[in-house]
């Protein structure tokens, strides 16, 4: 397989009634959405708020340093989002964003707690080894060269796994109790309760998610179902 022929994930996506001719966008995605979550991504608290407001749509992973053999791997398609705080740097972030890094300090949960504001919808996932994958997705993330060039060494042998996802306001936020068993660079936790997806809302409009999710797919070379 060339660098420019991605692989792609296969995931579990009949049970979301995807609407012909517009991809990734369901007759009602509310009503799709599960009931509740327990399964969480790990994920930069800066990079969500991009993600809040609809100014990031990819998520680019390699896996945390505890999966180092099989690096990351998409155990749901839907997930809430767990943020964290370790290894980021406003350093890693291109100009017009890196004060959501401050912002995302101002929402951070007090000493033992987390904050749970957002769940998202994996609509693709693709595998790369063409370094400039994150380059030509450039519109669709928040990350600078610097994060780049870190992110395609380390795991060098390992493809960048690039998942397009649409994120979802929770109609309450929660903050829920650390368990130690969260700790670690891992990507993904299973919390200790259910946390309820009714009435949560995605962040950008239907016909908005579909302009953006087929620009993403013409660059990734990826044709709509």
Same mark, same amino acid.
């Given at each position: 397989? *060339?660098?420019?022929?991605?692989?792609?994930?296969?995931?579990?996506? $009949?049970?979301?009634?995807?609407?012909?001719?517009? &991809?990734?966008?369901?007759?009602?995605? /509310?009503?799709?959405? &599960?009931?509740?979550? $327990?399964?969480?991504? =790990?994920?930069?608290?800066?990079?969500?708020?991009?993600?809040?407001?609809?100014?990031?749509?990819?998520?680019?992973? =390699?896996?945390?340093?505890?999966?180092?053999?099989?690096?990351?791997?998409?155990?749901?398609?839907?997930?809430?989002? #767990?943020?964290?705080?370790?290894? $980021?740097?406003?350093?890693?972030?291109?100009?017009? #964003?890196?004060? #959501?890094?401050?912002?995302?300090?101002?929402? /951070?949960? *007090?000493?033992?707690?987390?904050?749970?504001?957002?769940?998202?919808?994996?609509?693709?996932?693709?595998?790369?080894?063409?370094?400039?994958?994150?380059?030509?997705?450039?519109?669709?993330?928040?990350?600078?060269?610097?994060?780049?060039?870190?992110?395609? =060494?380390?795991? &060098?042998?390992?493809?960048?796994?690039?998942?397009?996802?649409?994120?979802?306001?929770?109609?309450?936020?929660?903050?829920?109790?650390?368990?130690?068993?969260?700790?670690?660079? /891992?990507?993904?936790?299973?919390?200790?309760? &259910?946390?309820?997806? $009714?009435?949560?809302? *995605?962040?950008?409009?239907?016909?908005?998610?579909?302009?953006?999710? *087929?620009?993403?797919?013409?660059?990734?070379?990826?044709?709509?179902?």
């Amino acid at each position: 397989m *060339s660098a420019l022929e991605p692989e792609r994930d296969v995931l579990p996506t $009949q049970s979301w009634g995807f609407t012909p001719g517009v &991809p990734g966008v369901t007759d009602d995605m /509310k009503r799709s959405l &599960p009931a509740q979550c $327990q399964i969480a991504l =790990k994920e930069w608290a800066s990079v969500l708020v991009a993600l809040e407001r609809g100014e990031q749509l990819v998520l680019i992973r =390699k896996g945390g340093l505890i999966e180092p053999g099989s690096g990351f791997e998409l155990v749901s398609d839907v997930f809430l989002f #767990y943020p964290t705080f370790e290894h $980021q740097t406003v350093s890693f972030l291109r100009s017009p #964003y890196t004060h #959501y890094l401050e912002e995302a300090h101002r929402r /951070k949960a *007090s000493e033992g707690q987390v904050r749970v504001e957002l769940c998202g919808h994996v609509v693709s996932s693709t595998r790369h080894t063409d370094p400039a994958v994150m380059e030509r997705l450039r519109s669709f993330h928040v990350y600078n060269d610097a994060f780049a060039t870190q992110r395609l =060494k380390w795991q &060098p042998d390992q493809p960048l796994v690039v998942a397009v996802v649409r994120a979802f306001r929770l109609a309450t936020p929660q903050v829920l109790s650390v368990a130690s068993r969260y700790a670690g660079c /891992k990507s993904w936790v299973d919390l200790e309760q &259910p946390v309820s997806l $009714q009435g949560a809302e *995605s962040v950008l409009e239907d016909s908005v998610f579909a302009d953006r999710l *087929s620009q993403i797919q013409d660059l990734l070379g990826e044709t709509a179902s």
